[in-house]
Every structure is written in C-alpha cells, then in structure tokens.
C-alpha cells in the first residue's frame, strides 16, 4: 500500500530564517518559496510550511549519525545549541533547537557501555 514517507513537514512562522538554519547546517535546498520549502536529506525531504501561528514543539524528526560526537561538535561550531549526547540504552541522543524553538533529536544505535 505505502511505498514510503513522502514529506515530513515542520510548520515555520519564518520561511527566510528557517531556510538560512537548513542550509547551514548542510541541508539542500530542492524548493524554496514564501509558502513552501523543501530541503533534502538523502531519501528523506523536509518540507518547512508557513504559518504564522506555529508554535514551537518537539518534531520528533530524530537525525541518525554515526558519530553522535563528531555531529554534536560540528552544530556548535555552527553556534547551535545542542545537549551532550546521553545513553538511552538503545544508543545515544542529543538534541537541538531550530530558531524557533522546535526540538529535533540526533541519534547514534549502540550504547556507550
């Protein structure tokens, strides 16, 4: 029946600004429009949609690294905060803000012990 996710969306009250944060990070723009945007990540598309009255949330979008380290130095270089990685038992997460405030996770399978 599904073949595979299409879009995951985040609702955005800042188009140009959220468009800035993607692209850098490493993100590539396919889209970008006043309304619409979408961003590539591999086989996945990150669609950001307009809307003035978005309040911030935890996406749940989790980014897989395979270094978790190497990914959380290389966001705050780019003056992203974003928490020390942490052992849920299944690997490692941390996570960071966009400009707005949505949370989003970064994840690395394994555990450190």
Known sequence: ?????????????????MLNFWRNIGLNVRYSGDEWSELELDNLVLALH?????NPKD???VFQ??????????????GIEV???????????????DPEGNTYHIFQSGSST
């Open 1 to 17: 029946m599904f073949s595979r996710v299409g879009y995951v969306i985040v609702f955005v009250r800042d188009m140009n600004l």
């Open 83 to 97: 928490t020390d990685p942490q052992d849920i038992g299944v690997g490692l997460e941390a996570l960071f803000k």
């Open 65 to 78: 690294v395979k270094d978790i380290g190497e990914a959380v130095e290389r966001l705050r270089e780019k």
């Open 59 to 61: 996406t749940g979008i």
């Open 50 to 54: 307009k809307d003035t009255t978005a």
